[in-house]
C-alpha cells in the first residue's frame, strides 16, 4: 500500500553512468520536494495509510543500504545499527520494525539527521556503484523506482497531513502555484479554459496481449505478458471533472443509496461523506493552501465507492485495467502532466479534443478490476519479492499516473493499487460502457 518496494526488474543492460545520473537526481528530487518542510513538518503523520516526510527520506535510504551496500558492497557497515528497526516498512524477511502507525512518534532522528544518512549512503552507493554486480545493479534500479513511488506518497502525504490544520497552510505558495499552472498550460495549451465535451472512443476488441514486455523496467505484478479478451466496449475521451462531480452532488448523488455498492454505501454513512476530500465550501485544499475548485480539471481524491456511485449515475461503469492497458499502448507514457519538479501538484484540465486525453499523468483512473496475479505470476525470491505478491488481497488497481508522478516512471502495464475507501492519493475515474 503506502509503501511500494515491488521487484523483478527485467532490464538485461544497465549503463553505470545512466544508473549513477538517474539515481542521483532521484535522491535530488526527494530532498527538494521535503526542502520547504520543518523538522516538525516532517515528523508528523497524519493517519495510519500515511507517513511523516522525514520517514519517507529514511526509508528510501534504508532501502538501498540494506539491499544494494549491506547485502553487495564489500566492507560497507551500516551507518546506525538502529536504523533498520525504525525504517524497515513490512519486509518480514528483514525481522522486526516499529509500527506503522506510530511513525510520527519518531521525532529522532532528527530532519537533519536523516539528511546526513542519506548523504553518506549516496557517497558510499556511488563510489561502490562501478564495481557492483550486475543483480546489485538491479537492486539499484528498484531502488530508483521504488524512490519515485515514495515521492508520489511523500506529497500526498504532506498533503493531507497540512490539510489537517485549520490555518491551511501552503507547502508551495500560490506564486509558485500560479508557475506551475503556467507551466503546464504552456504544454497543453489549456489549463484556464473548459476541458472539452466528454466523448466515447471505441476500445479494441478480441484477444490482446497484456502485461510488461518491452525492455526496461517493470514490477513483477506487470508480469507475465498474458493474453486477454475485451468484448465490445468505449473508453471516455478524458476523466470526469469537477464541474461534472458538482452535477453529481447537486442531483443528490451522495444521497441516492441505489447508485452504490453496499459497502460504499456503508462507508458513505458511517464517515459522512457528501464530497471528494478537500473538498469545503466551493473550496479546495491543494498543496498551495486553499484554491478555488477548477470545474475543468480532473476530480480528483475521491475513492473506487465513489467513482463507482458516478459511474452508475452517468448510466456507465468504471474500465476494466485490461481495457485501459490496450488503450493506453499506443500512446506516450511520458506525456501529461506528471512530477518533473518540487513543485505543488495539482490536476489541470485536459487541452485539444481528440483522441484519448490525459491517459498518463493528472489523475490515477480507478478500475474495476481487482488487484489480482496475472496467470503464472512469480514473486521474486528474498525479502525485496515481498512486496506485491502479499497484497493482493481487496485492493482495486489503478492506472496512468498522476500529477504527482515523477514523470518516467509509469508505463501502459503500471498497476497501482488500493483498498477501495482510500482517497488521499490524486485518485480520478474515467468512465467506460459496453457496445
Ligand atoms: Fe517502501
New binding site residues.
Partial sequence: M????DASPTTDTLPHADLARRFAATRRLSLDLAAPLSDADASAQSMADASPAKWHLA??TW?FETFVLRDHAPGYHVFDTRYPYLFN??YEAEGPRHTRARRGLLTRPSLDEVRVWRAHVDAALQSALPDLPRAAHMLVELGIQ?EQ??QELLLTDIKHLFAQNPLGPAVWDETAFASEVAQFSAVSGSASEAAGAMRWVKGAEGIVPIGHAADGFAFDCELPQFSALLTPHALASRPVTNGEWQAFIADGGYHTPSLWLSDGWAWVEAEGIDAPLYWREGRQFTLAGWQPIDPAAPVAHISFYEADAFASWAGARLPTEFEWEAAAAALDPLGGQQLDVAGPAQPEAAGGDTGLQQMFGSVWEWTGSAYRPYPGFRPAPGAVGE?NGKFMSGQFVLRGGSCATPRGHVRASYRNFFYPHQRWQFTGVRLAKDL
Fill in positions: 503506502a509503501s511500494r518496494t526509508h528510501t532501502f516498512s513490512y521504488h513511488q515514495h512486496y
